[in-house]
């Protein structure tokens, strides 16, 4: 996940650890049902109608990792239902109009009731999905390890268009003003329309890019495995400018008031002014930083690979708290209410209070759990063990 998902199989394979495999397509797993509805997100500086739920990765179309809308089971919860989808859950889900989008390391997508976990559709693409869906004017957009594109009908996952890149396709798509941008391990940030897949630019960047594009105001923010972080004009791609940030660049940008934050894997939070691409401060961890950062309120919250999770002030950098975790903190963290809700690196989410990092609440799930999404109430998020959780108070 990490940029959010991606980067979690490539380390979790460098390791040899969890390598989950699976019977094709998906199998319910239903108990009771949390409530579900919609709410409503900014469109981010585009003429886009504004986002409805978890629409896309980190909420909104600038990554921010938080809803102002939203409220989580905070200190309290217990699971309200699990779905079986046979097998790895490497990415956050969209939440859409009362409906849980995900997919699986065995290459399926699944639609999921959100109320009682009941399934609606599933699709089966060419290889592992490892990105977050993007869920917009009724369509699902998401990419594969297959190389592929594909733009599914939300209502009954028919297929409207697939798109081939040369590279694997580890990075959530973002779709903003018509417009579906994405990266590709072929090395190139791709532009396509939104309603028929036709392309509309590529920029080849120096290496491949499993990050998810941010898009704020006519510009398309995005890192590369080759170091840098890229500003490109959203209509035609043209570069506004670059930054290096001297390794490579997993972590997906995150964009608020003017500042971009992202990670990178030498160990270090970068902020850097969205305009013209210098630096405002840096602030380094003890591990590579694969989880992409979460903006609220003043703070930046970002995992890294020593454990922890971090609260730094977006102001000068300065460090608020830290909070230990049991593991590897590989997937990106949400900000939910007074609460950051995120994966401890090993079988849990965690509800840290947002002022001081302590532990309020904790979720288990069967084993490693990518990045969670809190929508009405209830905390949604796949799992290692191929399951997806809903999270309810009672």
Known sequence: MVAKHLARREYLTAVSALGLGGIAGCSGDQSSAPTDGESTQTGEGDSTPELQGAAMFQYDRANTGHSSEQTGPGGSGTAQWTYYTGAEVESAPAVVDGTVYVGNADGAVCA??????????????????????????????????????????????AEQWTLQTGGRVQSSP??????????????????????????????????GVSASPAVVDGTVYVGSEGSTVYALDAEDGAEEWTYDTGSSVHSSPAVVDGTVYVG?????????????????????????????????????????????????????????????MNGNVLSAAVVIDGFVYVEDGWENIYALDTTNGSSQAVYGTGEDPASPVVVDGTLYAGSGDGVVYAFAEE
């Open 264 to 324: 990178n894997d030498d160990e270090t939070l970068y902020a850097i002014e969205a305009t013209d691409g210098t630096e405002r401060w840096h602030f380094d961890t003890r591990a590579t930083i694969y989880a992409s950062p979460a903006v609220a309120n003043g703070t930046v919250y970002v995992g890294s690979l020593d454990d922890h999770v971090y609260a730094v002030n977006v102001t000068d950098g300065t460090e608020r708290w830290q909070a230990e």
């Open 112 to 157: 999921i009731d959100a109320s009682d976990g009941t399934e609606q559709w599933t699709y089966e693409t060419g290889d592992d999905v490892e990105t977050s869906p993007a869920v917009v004017n009724g369509t699902v957009y998401l990419g594969s390890n297959d190389d592929t594109v594909y733009a599914l009908d939300a209502a009954d996952g």
């Open 174 to 207: 973002t779709v903003a003003g018509g417009t579906v941008y994405i990266g590709s391990g072929d090395g190139n940030v791709y532009a396509f329309g939104a309603s028929d897949g036709a392309e509309q630019w590529r920029y080849e960047t120096d290496a």
